[in-house]
């Protein structure tokens, strides 16, 4: 039963973390960089390496934070980090409502405007497969901010599953969190274009900021009642 | 050859000369202002932007250029004896003009760079 628990709260981690945007608005850049430019073979391939170079961020960091909590902790994470996690996960909901979006009619995000030309030029300037892989780190990177929290709850989770179950749990999560970027090259394969996507996102903006914070509120809610207060 | 040049982030209208650039393609280059780091409004570089969306839209390369060809007539036509334009003016009007012949192409030209 403790492992199931465990296993449903990485699964919800993962579906926040994939209500993150910043991951499909640098992949629908690197779409449009490269289909102006390369054949759409080309442009499948380098998409491809962009959405394994965010997955194995993903994983790195996620393999990385178990190991700090585990050298840290000795284990999973004590009660009373718990609480500070469930606060911090809570707050970050309205951080998502008010921060995450710029007032503009688009899909503009919070990074700073600086950094969002240099994603922009690199999308421009991918022309292989290693720059792609490369420009896919660095997205997942840059969503850090707002994912470490999910993180840290996923890699909570991680370390009390029993130990081969670890490495799926794990597999599971960057599966989850990644899916919005494998379902988005899966739908361009499938002859929708950018314009189809960008429009929804924009459509949709709104409700998918909703969903966002209330994923943060949910999480919070489920490590509240299911990590915090059992034992009280 | 009447071009734009710009001014820290106006457009300005000036003379210039044209010559072929590293790339192979033909930029408008003013000297005066390309001192102060701006860059110049060129109808080969406004082609090349229409068409380059066309093939991020699978669209068929004759029609883009043909539509490439008309707006960057329209354009101009729009510039007319104006002594200075903005940069966002000049993509307001071109997406006006391509949503003519084709809304999707309009979109995704109106949109670059406010993806994230």
């Known amino acids: 039963m403790n492992d199931l628990l465990d296993l449903f709260i990485i699964a919800l981690a993962g579906l926040v973390h994939a209500t993150l945007q910043l991951g499909i608005s640098a992949l629908l850049l690197l779409y449009h960089a490269s289909l102006g430019k390369n054949v759409k073979r080309k442009t499948r391939e380098l998409v491809r390496d962009f959405n394994l170079g965010i997955s194995l961020f993903i994983a790195l960091l996620l393999a990385s934070t178990c190991f700090v909590t585990l050298v840290i902790f000795g284990g999973a994470l004590p009660k009373s980090a718990l609480v500070i996690l469930v606060g911090l996960i809570a707050a970050m909901a309205f951080g998502i409502w008010f921060l995450y979006y710029r007032k503009s009619t688009g899909t503009e995000l919070w990074v700073p405007r600086s950094f969002a030309r240099f994603i922009t030029e690199r999308a421009d300037k991918t022309d292989d497969g290693v720059e792609a892989f490369s420009l896919g780190m660095l997205i997942a990177c840059a969503e850090v901010p707002f994912a470490m929290l999910l993180i840290i709850t996923a890699a909570n989770s991680v370390l009390n599953l029993p130990q081969p179950v670890q490495l799926l749990a794990i597999a599971v999560y960057v599966l989850i969190a990644t899916m919005p970027m494998w379902l988005a090259q899966l739908l361009i394969n499938n002859g929708k274009t950018i314009v189809d996507i960008q429009r929804w996102r924009v459509k949709n903006k709104q409700f998918l900021k909703v969903i966002s914070g209330v994923g943060f509120i949910t999480l919070a809610i489920f490590l509240l009642a299911f990590k915090v207060m059992t034992d009280f | ?116």
Do not use: Q
């Not at chain 2, 570089?45 to 707006?71: W, Y």
């Not at chain 2, 329209?74 to 003009?97: M, Y």
């Open chain 2, 1 to 116: 050859m009447s071009v734009l040049g710009k001014s820290k982030n106006k457009l300005v209208k000036s003379k210039s000369e044209t010559r072929i650039g590293r790339s192979g393609l033909a930029k408008s280059i003013d000297r005066k202002k390309v001192k102060v780091g701006g860059k110049v409004f060129s109808r080969l570089r406004l082609k090349r932007d229409i068409m380059r969306e066309g093939r991020v839209l699978n669209r068929h390369t004759g029609a883009v250029e043909m539509i490439a060809e008309r707006v960057c007539d329209e354009v101009e036509k729009w510039i007319g004896d104006r002594p200075e334009i903005t940069e966002a003016d000049l993509n307001r009007v071109t997406a006006a003009r391509i949503r003519k012949y084709d809304v999707d192409l309009a979109y995704v030209y109106r949109n670059r760079g406010k993806i994230i």
